[in-house]
């Protein structure tokens, strides 16, 4: 009798948004499109260092600094272009929170934990080097941030290598990471306080919180007020970045009240897939052409053994690594929670390497420490260039040659 080949149902492809249920392709295409960013990103931070260091280097400085309006070029960028940045950051929180990789306390312990470390550690690396000195002091949160499009792309260029719960796990820790970043510039690098500003930031803020609790679905009811509490933020003292996350937090991620089950076709929903493509294909490149761009003309051996660029390069290859891997090992000798399923020790040693990319969250920290310091910015970027890109080559070196945790197969019952 021929052998018969059993038949193999496979899962439909279509999404069924029944019970807050979101299918995993979703995450695939949020992973997917970070990680091609961060391709993007990585060609763009090269030709910025390029063009800094060519013939071409006065036209690229003068232009940043040429004015349109009441602001320059480069604050247009850090300053208004980026809000959008942080809109998408402030929505991917608050999707995953409430319906995603950190919906329970389950999902959220280790890369909760992992992120904390991955924070904490590096600070005190980087203050173990500058904390004598209160002027470079003030960029302890440098080195604290994880580069997540950077990060990702790294772990495309290795394929099939590296196991899909690892790439989650990275995702949820840097989601959770860029929450810190933002708390930590919301309350350490604001600047002087204009209290009628933040009394009309409050109040818009509270209007859009009011038309969330009326049920209101209409984005654009919530984004034209968005764009007057960017304006109120930006006059307020506090970073106009943060305009972005607090208009995130209000955009429903419910369809209407009558249908709760209903989420994938919600307001956050759609925002978030009409800003994904322009996030980390058009407005992080930007940012990282416009920040990037060092020049080595002036560098010196001083500067580049300077404690500030020591703290920084150090914070996040050896802080980063210490505080991620030593934080998530911890958590899973104590049994509370597993090694990401199909991963190793090794692989997650290695994913916490990749952690100390800190790219893009660690030079805008970093432009608003040292705002009026071009001197200090510039070894700021030099350590974060240089430890990131070790970092970033250590975790690809780390996860080429790891084994991957591959569960045994199931015995075939005859």
């Given amino acids: 009798m021929a052998n018969v080949e059993p038949k193999i149902t496979r899962p439909s492809s279509s999404p069924t948004p029944t019970h807050g249920f979101r299918p995993f392709s979703m995450m695939r295409a949020f992973l997917d499109s970070q990680a091609s960013g961060g391709i993007v990103l990585m060609a763009a931070a090269a030709l910025a260092l390029v063009v800094a260091n060519s013939p071409l280097a006065p036209a690229y400085f003068d232009a940043l600094h040429a004015y349109l309006g009441p602001l320059s ?52 690396v980087f203050l173990a080097f500058n904390g004598d000195d209160p002027t470079t002091a003030r960029g302890w949160a440098i080195p604290s941030a994880t580069d997540i499009a950077f990060a990702l792309g790294v772990l ?167 505080g991620v891997f030593g934080s998530a090992w911890l958590v899973i000798r104590l049994g509370l929670a597993d090694v990401p399923m199909g991963a190793g020790r090794l692989q997650l040693f290695g994913v916490a390497l990749l952690c100390g990319i800190g790219f893009t969250m660690s030079l805008f920290i970093g432009l608003l420490a040292f705002a009026n310091e071009p001197l200090l910015q510039e070894e700021v970027k030099v350590g974060i260039l240089g430890g990131s890109l070790v970092a970033g080559l250590l975790g690809w070196g780390v996860l080429r040659v790891a084994p991957r945790d591959v569960p045994a197969p199931a015995p075939v019952v005859r």
Avoid: C
Wanted: without cysteine.
């Fill in 156 to 322: 495309s260029l290795l394929g099939s290598r590296v196991p899909t719960s690892l790439k989650v796990f990275l995702t949820a820790l840097a989601i959770i990471d860029d929450l810190g970043a933002v708390v930590i510039i919301a309350l350490f690098y604001s600047g002087d306080l204009s209290i009628p500003h933040l009394g009309g930031a409050a109040a818009v803020l509270a209007g859009l919180v009011l038309l969330n609790r009326l049920g209101v679905a209409r984005l654009w009811a919530y984004l034209v007020p968005g764009i007057a509490l960017w304006w109120l933020v930006l006059g307020s003292g506090v970073h106009a970045t943060i305009a972005g996350v607090l208009l995130a937090l209000t955009i429903p991620l419910k369809t209407s009240p009558a249908r709760p089950d209903d989420t994938a076709h919600s307001p956050l929903h759609r925002l978030e897939h009409a800003l994904h493509p322009w996030s980390p294909f058009l407005i992080i490149p930007i940012f990282g052409f416009a920040n990037a761009g060092v020049s080595f003309e002036h560098l010196t051996v001083e500067a580049l053994t300077d404690d500030l660029t020591l703290g920084v390069a150090l914070g996040l290859l050896l802080g980063k690594v210490m």
């Fill in 73 to 124: 070029v480069a604050h247009w960028i850090n300053d208004g272009l980026m809000v959008i940045f942080f809109l998408v950051v402030g929505l991917e929180i608050k999707r995953e929170v409430l319906d995603g990789q950190l919906s329970t306390w389950s999902r959220r312990i280790l890369p909760g934990v992992a992120a904390l470390g991955g924070m904490a550690v590096p600070a005190l």
